[in-house]
């Protein structure tokens, strides 16, 4: 069936620091994927999304590629602040919405 | 354009009882999706109406249950409450064309729910 895997955290940086948080997934057909981050004590929020192959979402400094031959979309940001501390989501849809486990990034001044 | 709003956003209930939970989607959006989170499963999907009909159900035992009204507003109902019910219930609306692609969901910010 569809799913979406996730790198497990946490992922502790320090401030500047190059961010990578691997996603990958398995579907039929063409999923559209999306990055939700959650802040704590909050919903999630849309971070950035992708419709179709080679799209690349971007939001905040925040970037990911929806790469359909290696079924990834990839969470990267070339300098984290601190305030990017929080939990994120890589998730597709296709009949409903399938969420990874989530990976919390800790980010420390 | 208002948010996605649940109500309430924390609860404290004893075992055995029932509870109702309520969401407000954004104004247009008719699809309506419950998720339950907790630390040890994160995010679990409950069920999805759209336009007051079932679309799709997670696997949760029959004590939950949800329903939609014509004006879009979504409840939640867990009854004979266990203490494993204990959770973060998230409500999340999108627009939705009936054989459309699906487009993003957006969330509330969900109602805290405590079981003792």
């Known amino acids: 069936g569809d799913s979406v895997t996730q790198m497990e955290g946490p992922v502790t940086l320090s401030e500047e620091a190059f961010l990578t948080i691997n996603c990958t997934y398995t579907?039929?057909?063409?999923?559209?994927l999306f990055w939700y981050v959650q802040y704590p004590g909050e919903g999630l929020q849309l971070l950035l999304k992708?419709?179709?192959?080679?799209d690349k979402g971007s939001n905040k400094g925040f970037e990911a590629t929806y790469r359909k031959e290696t079924t990834s979309f990839h969470l990267e940001k070339g300098s984290v602040q601190v305030s990017d501390s929080a939990v994120y989501f890589c998730?597709?849809?296709?009949?409903?919405?399938?969420f990874g486990s989530g990976t919390k990034l800790n980010v420390k001044p | 354009k208002a948010g996605v709003t649940q109500t309430p956003r924390y609860l404290i209930k004893t075992r055995g009882q029932q509870v109702t939970l309520s969401c407000s989607p954004i104004?247009?959006?008719?699809?309506v999706s419950w998720y339950q989170q907790t630390p040890g499963q994160g995010l679990q999907f409950l069920f999805e109406?759209?336009?007051?009909?079932?679309?799709n159900k997670g696997n949760f035992p029959g004590r939950f249950s949800g329903r939609q009204f014509s004006n879009s507003r979504s409840e939640m109902n867990v009854s004979t409450l266990e203490l494993g019910d204990s959770a973060l219930y998230l409500c999340?609306?999108?627009?939705?064309?009936?054989?459309?692609?699906?487009?993003?969901?957006?969330f509330g910010p969900g109602t805290r729910l405590t079981v003792t």
């Open positions: 992708a419709t179709k192959a080679d």
């Open positions: 109406y759209f336009s007051e009909t079932q679309r």
């Open positions: 999340a609306s999108s627009f939705l064309l009936a054989g459309g692609p699906r487009n993003e969901q957006y």
């Open positions: 104004s247009g959006h008719r699809s």
């Open positions: 998730a597709l849809s296709k009949d409903k919405f399938y």
């Open positions: 579907a039929t057909g063409y999923p559209s």
